[in-house]
């Protein structure tokens, strides 16, 4: 079983920073992605940002140069630095991991979400 924990959501300005951070935990043997994704009402999930084991990094358009997702293998966290933050970053956010399990099962696993917020 693998769980993944999200942390550090809230609300902000516009403008303002926020840092989000998913541990992942549980029968892990090998993590190959970590991403954020995030879906606002009435909008469908959308990638937000990805690293693919720790060494390439992927974006969405709209969070390219304020957003970073850093990783840290060590503790299995991946963490997502949102600077210049805008109303229409306001979301849901989950984090998800592609790992390999002890037991050599594959599987994609998601956190249960953390709410942003960003007002005008």
């Known amino acids: 079983q693998v769980q993944l924990t999200e942390s550090g959501g809230g609300s902000v300005k516009t403008g303002g920073s926020l840092r989000l951070s998913c541990v992942a935990s549980?029968?892990?043997?090998?993590?190959?992605?970590m991403a954020w994704y995030r879906r606002a009402p009435g909008n469908q999930r959308e990638l937000v940002a990805k690293t693919v084991s720790g060494v390439s990094t992927t974006y969405a358009d709209s969070v390219k140069g304020r957003f970073t997702i850093s990783r840290d293998n060590n503790s299995n966290t991946v963490t997502l630095q949102m600077n210049s933050l805008k109303p229409e970053d306001t979301a849901v956010y989950y984090c998800?991991?592609?790992?390999?399990?002890?037991?050599?099962?594959?599987?994609?696993?998601w956190g249960q979400g953390t709410q942003v917020t960003v007002s005008s």
């Open positions: 998800t991991a592609d790992v390999l399990t002890f037991e050599r099962r594959t599987g994609n696993y």
């Open positions: 549980g029968s892990l043997f090998s993590i190959y992605t």
